[in-house]
């Protein structure tokens, strides 16, 4: 699937097909450039590929995942395991993951109702706790740097700031507050003075979880090797 989204990127013209984790999720992971960037997805009769109109099957090309136990076994390893999928916290999973969970929309405990990961970021300036915080409440390496990701970007959203990464265009698009001027991209020296330095302190961080990823990766391989 991956080959085909790069082959229709790169190629002008062209048509192709994907399942919504590999444009959404998968492309933009720890990448700095991603072929997700030069693709958009089609609407059928009016009708885009959005996580609502794919929960409510208003989108016609979708497939539903089921969590399936005996009867009997809700006690057990099985049943405890589809009780926490259905929980807040399983259904943040699904959605880190790349898929869509039961509401749609972002169920992940570390955005509030509005789509925000700090939402007084462009009042106050953020600090060594908030981060602290937001990795405490990470899976791991790569889902705290999404989650910088979202705070980043989130400061330039809220001016308006146009994406050309569909993963922020599509989770801020879900919010009344959002709306995207044309071809607007927001530069810094827009930002007041406590977003600067927020989106400044913020890259910092995204900086010292590359390096550190980069540090696991490195000491997984040198194990490999032994």
């Known amino acids: 699937m991956s080959s085909l989204l790069e082959a229709v990127a790169y190629t002008d013209g062209s048509l192709g097909y994907t399942y919504k984790y590999y444009l959404f999720q998968s492309f933009s992971e720890g990448k700095q450039y991603s072929p997700a960037e030069e693709l958009k997805t089609l609407s059928i009769n009016g009708i885009a590929p959005s996580s609502q109109n794919i929960v409510n099957a208003s989108y016609p090309f979708s497939v539903n995942y089921y969590g399936v136990i005996r009867k009997g076994d809700e006690q057990k390893t ?24 039961m509401d749609g929309r972002y ?55 146009g994406f050309q990464n569909a993963k922020y265009t599509e989770h801020y698009a879900q919010f009344g507050w959002y709306t995207a001027l044309p071809r607007k991209t927001v530069q810094l020296s827009e930002l007041n003075a406590a977003e600067q330095a927020n989106v400044r302190f913020i890259k910092q961080w995204e900086e010292t979880t590359r390096a550190r990823m980069s540090e696991n990766a490195r000491g997984l391989e040198a194990y490999r090797v032994r």
């Not at 943040?92 to 993951?97: M, P």
């Not at 405990?109 to 990961?117: A, H, L, Q």
């Not at 990470?138 to 740097?145: G, P």
Request: charged content about 25%.
């Open 78 to 101: 099985g049943g405890l395991f589809l009780e926490w999928m259905l929980s807040l916290e399983g259904q943040a999973c699904i959605r880190q993951a790349g898929y869509i969970p």
């Open 107 to 161: 169920t992940a405990y570390y955005f509030d109702s509005d789509g925000f990961v700090f939402p007084d970021s462009s009042k106050r300036l953020l600090n060594e706790a908030d981060m602290e915080r937001l990795y405490e409440n990470s899976y791991y390496d790569r889902s705290m740097l999404e989650m910088l990701g979202f705070a980043r970007n989130e400061i330039f959203a809220r001016h308006g700031h």
